[in-house]
């Protein structure tokens, strides 16, 4: 095994012993409080980080804009395919990161993924949610 899989393995391994799964459902348990997980991880695979954010009552966690990234959410309906953009202009290189939100978001349950050509795509399109 390459030293950049077993990197990356080691990382997946943290995190899935970060966010607890639900033996029955194989849906995430965030310890008993609402909140999501929110993580971009690269196209290979190398590398990954993640952060959990939590809207009600009130934005909190330790995401580095709880309050931005809960409004965009709000502004959305919770539905990370709507959020408004952030239009900059960003290079055509091809260097793919996925995001993704597993959770709760304001009552509802999501796990909700999608891939983009770079981080700044992703940017211009999820604006403060995936910023951290």
Same mark, same amino acid.
């Given at each position: ?9 080691a ?5 899935? %012993? %970060?966010?607890p799964? *639900?033996? /029955?459902?194989?849906e995430?348990?965030? +310890? &008993? ?12 695979e190398?590398?990954? =980080?993640?952060?959990?954010? =939590?809207?009600?009552p @009130?934005?909190? &966690?330790? *995401?580095? /804009? %709880?309050?931005? %990234?809960?409004?965009?959410? +709000?502004?959305? *309906? #919770?539905n $990370? /395919? @709507?959020?408004?953009? +952030? $239009? *900059?202009?960003?290079?055509? @290189?091809?260097? $793919? ?9 304001? &009552?509802? =349950?999501? /796990?909700? @993924? ?5 981080v700044?795509?992703? +940017?211009?399109?999820? #604006?403060?949610?995936? =910023?951290?």
């Open positions: 095994m390459s030293l950049r899989a077993t990197a990356a393995a990382v997946l391994l943290a995190l899935a %012993a %970060a966010v799964v *639900h033996a /029955d459902t194989q995430p348990v965030l +310890d &008993g409080e609402t909140g999501l997980f929110l993580t971009v991880s690269g196209g290979d190398s590398w990954i =980080r993640g952060v959990r954010l =939590r809207c009600s @009130r934005p909190s &966690g330790p *995401h580095p /804009d %709880a309050e931005g %990234a809960c409004a965009a959410l +709000d502004a959305a *309906h #919770g $990370p /395919d @709507r959020l408004v953009t +952030d $239009p *900059h202009p960003c290079t055509k @290189r091809f260097d $793919p990161v996925t995001a993704r939100a597993v959770g709760e978001w304001r &009552g509802l =349950r999501m /796990d909700w @993924r999608k891939t983009y050509p770079n700044c795509v992703l +940017d211009t399109a999820t #604006g403060p949610l995936f =910023r951290f």
